[in-house]
């Protein structure tokens, strides 16, 4: 655009070019400067600046007392001695990292099962999946949360009446909340379900380009339908499952609403923590602030280790045009 | 029924019984919003009420703050969106038109914003607000929200408005029009779907946003929806399900409507045809 506006401004006025030139080049040049000012001054403010802060509070002792005096008392390096020597610390960690791959294998996998269900079925049934996965996205986290804590309690909830019916087992009075595994496997339902939309109507759009022939001639050759998907399928829509991955990984590692809420403060134990969990006990609620910050960096560095290929992938496709 | 055939009613059946697996959830809470307590704690539960009853949705809007918290939140959601939006439009624009060094940092920046983990973010948030007062204050969350509806804006209004076809604007300046008026005439009007949609997005993860509003607001008169909807079951010594569920309603209800809302928005393939014809 500048490039082709410069040659019909200066074209326009041809006896004014030498001396004009210099400035209004200058001018235009520093237009789209003027233009992300505001949106650079204001992440600066409230993010850039809180970051800041963020570096220097995991060097301080900052508990309630500094908080209303304003000022941290130097600590060093003592923050991150105690979160890294704390093994609370590394098996939440560890409870994190696992309970992340399972959230992310299971939303992947079956987000890319129900798009390749989505190009199989009649038009009818697609438009009423996709309505259905539409509502699902739409559902906020918070109202979720309180469904599902309705739908698994105990002596009403229509879980344990719907899995005693179908003679899975005696689920008669049922308590999903008895255990670490249970609480934080009804959290992956919730995190799957939430995130499945997402991903299958995403994977759907790519599947589009798959060209028709090319499956049609790999099924006159007589290959199985895996071989078709994996030979014919999957090499095209490896960009987007790469992306879909990346931020699933980055999205359930950090996750804090489902766990927090739906096994509910008074559960909550350093027996099953996830990381913003953790974070928000030790740092908030303990008001222990030095500490938290040291835990909130290493975190926000563990992220965007993991963060690097998606945002890698977004600019390069973002800069082709 | 031949084979072909017969394989297609399969996989619609698949997708039926995948459909109400999905959806149940969200049927189960309307349900039971509407269902005479009696039904909701029998041993046999029914799937709807014949008899619907409206008076969990009036127990839900009787709790204390359930209106000055539907009040906050629509001050700081729009007050988000308005601020967000109009600063993001500016910065869009200079990532669609101009090419300029630092433009691709600026780009890295927004995208590597909203992979930030919110939870990563309360403790500094928290304790730079509290230095400013901010704590317990709706400007304070404002300005905490912008930290991921700013991103997002400029990123989603950029590709809305690197589709608009430059061949518009520059008919536009060759017909005599200034590099202002093009923008006004021409812009402006193809960006609106763009501008409405992008808002709209922009108000539904604010309003469904959770964690901020529950660190930095702590009285109860200064809370938001959501963090009204987490505390419901606090509130009272038994446990209402019909008036929590009727409360999740209400709280899921703007968003829902919004959201159908847009997803048509985004598929108006809006300025294909006017370069065309």
Known sequence: MSQAEGTAVAAGAPGLRRRRFSRGRFLRGSVPYGLIVPVA???????????????????????????????GQWVGLDNFRSVLGDAVFWHTLLRTVVFTAVNVSATIVLGTLVALLLVRVSAWARLLLTGGLVLVWATPVVVAVQIWYWMTNFQNGV?????????????????????????????????????????????????????????????????????????????????????????????????????????????????NYLMGVYLFEEGYVKTDFGRGAAISLLMLLMVSAMSVVYVRKMVRMGDVE | ????????????????????????????????????????VSADPSWFSLHPTIAHFRAAIDTPFFWTDVKNSLIIVCTTVVISIGLAFLAAIALAKYRFSGRKLFIVLMIGIQMLPQAGLIIPLYVVLARYHQVNALTGVILTYMTFALPFSVWTLRGFIINIPRELEEAAMVDGSTRLGAFVKILLPLAAPGLVATSVFAFITSWNEYIFARVLLND??????????????????????????????????PVLVFFLLVQRKIAFGLTAGAVKA
């Open chain 1, 41 to 71: 001054a204001a992440i600066g403010a409230i993010l850039g600046y809180p970051l800041y802060s963020l570096v220097r509070l995991s060097l301080q002792h900052y508990g309630l007392f500094e908080l209303i005096s304003h000022r």
């Open chain 1, 159 to 271: 879980v344990n009446y719907v899995l005693t019916k179908l003679r899975v087992g005696d689920f008669f009075q049922h308590d999903w909340y008895a255990t670490t595994f249970s609480q934080l496997g009804l959290v992956t339902t919730l995190v799957v379900w939430g995130a499945l939309p997402f991903v299958a109507i995403s994977v759907y759009a790519s599947l589009a380009q798959v060209p028709r022939e090319l499956v049609e001639a790999a099924e006159i050759d007589g290959a199985r339908p895996w071989r078709v998907f994996l030979d014919v399928i999957f090499p095209i829509l490896r960009p987007i499952l790469l992306i879909l991955t990346s931020l699933s990984i980055i999205w359930d590692f950090g996750v804090f609403t489902q766990p927090f809420l739906l096994i509910g403060q008074s559960h909550i134990h350093p027996g």
């Open chain 2, 1 to 40: 029924m031949n084979p072909r055939r017969a394989t297609r009613a399969g996989w619609n059946t698949v997708a039926v019984v995948l459909f109400v697996l999905m959806v149940f959830p969200v049927f189960w809470m309307i349900s039971t919003a509407f269902k005479p307590d009696d039904q909701i």
């Open chain 2, 220 to 253: 109860q008169g200064k809370q938001t929806l959501t963090v009204w909807l987490s505390y419901f079951l606090g509130s009272s010594r038994h446990t209402d399900w019909g008036a929590l569920m009727a409360g999740s309603t209400l709280t899921a209800i």
